[in-house]
């Protein structure tokens, strides 16, 4: 069933568990995220980013809410990193359900401003809306920050924006990071942070750049002919930590892509006769499958649905 984020993600904050906000591209993709979570009886958001729209359009978007309508689990669409106003309206006439406008790179006030203008339009819609308070590092689409300009998020700060903006949920800055690379060992989360922040609110709150970035798939990566260089993600423990805490919606786009591609690799490299697409895409899709099975176990929202 296609619902809003907040229908998905109150009670996930309510229940202390977290729901994989997993990115799309293609058909596959989305069959993996939609299928992984029909078997799993998981609530789940599928996510396009402007980058992604950009590449399917419509056409994209209508194949993640045919499926999410048919589902018999809720599911979200939601855009990812809006960064305008109209990106949002946009988003809002093409059927998405959840709207994220992503104003963290202004001062306070103004995003302030550019949220609120946003969550105004959306909510006569019935549309439900994330905003970022704080900045993470790293490459997601257009999305470039660089160490020395990312900030951990203020908790009295974020008190202060939800109750100015009346956004639904809020991604926070708490040491993760988009991209492959999240740092040297196992990448810094600050919990404390997190649980002071969930003390002060009761919007659900957002992890951005959570993707765990698996050992496995690096190697298979390597092995199938990539090049990858000392990649690491977020830890499996520091998640469901996390998810006691506050934070209900954790974003993965990193590991879809690496298992799509792992996939697609091994297939050319142990068959390189091969070109018939399903034969080449399937085996992408079960890799992609057993990652979004993965994070739904962590998450703890199996069975949720």
Do not use: W
Request: charged share 25%; aromatic share 4%.
């Amino acid at each position: 069933m296609l619902v809003t984020g907040k229908d998905i993600l109150v009670p996930a904050r309510a229940g202390k568990y977290g729901v994989g906000a997993f990115n799309t591209n293609n058909m596959e993709i989305t069959q993996a995220i939609i299928h992984t979570a029909e078997k799993l009886r998981s609530p789940v958001i599928v996510q396009m980013s402007e980058g992604a729209i950009k590449y399917g359009g419509q056409d994209l978007a209508n194949i993640v809410k045919d499926l999410a309508t048919r589902a018999t689990v809720p599911v979200a669409l939601h855009l990812d990193h809006g960064s305008s106003y109209e990106s949002c309206l946009k988003a809002i006439k093409m059927g998405f359900t959840s709207v994220m406008i992503d104003a963290s790179h202004h001062p306070f006030e103004e995003n302030i401003a550019e949220t609120r203008r946003v969550v105004e339009a959306a909510h006569i819609m019935g549309i439900s809306v994330e905003a970022e308070l704080g900045r993470l590092g790293g490459i997601e689409e257009h999305i470039v920050v660089d160490e020395k300009d990312a900030f951990l998020t203020d908790p009295e700060e974020a008190v202060q924006f939800i109750e100015q903006t009346g956004t639904d949920y809020l991604a926070i800055a708490i040491g993760t990071s988009h991209g492959a690379y999240k740092g040297k060992g196992r990448p810094y989360i600050d919990q404390a942070r997190i649980a002071r922040i969930g003390e002060l609110t009761t919007i659900p709150l957002v992890a951005h750049g959570s993707s765990g970035v698996p050992a496995e798939i690096t190697r298979r990566f390597r092995e199938s002919g990539g090049e990858i260089g000392d990649a690491v993600g977020i830890a499996d423990d520091d998640l469901r930590e996390a998810c006691q805490h506050g934070i209900a919606k954790v974003n993965v786009d990193t590991d879809l892509r690496l298992a799509s591609t792992v996939g697609i690799r091994e297939v050319l490299k142990n068959t390189p006769k091969e070109f018939d697409p399903r034969k080449i895409f399937g085996p992408a899709r079960e890799v992609m499958s057993q990652i979004v099975e993965h994070k739904m176990g962590v998450l703890g929202s199996v069975g949720k649905a």
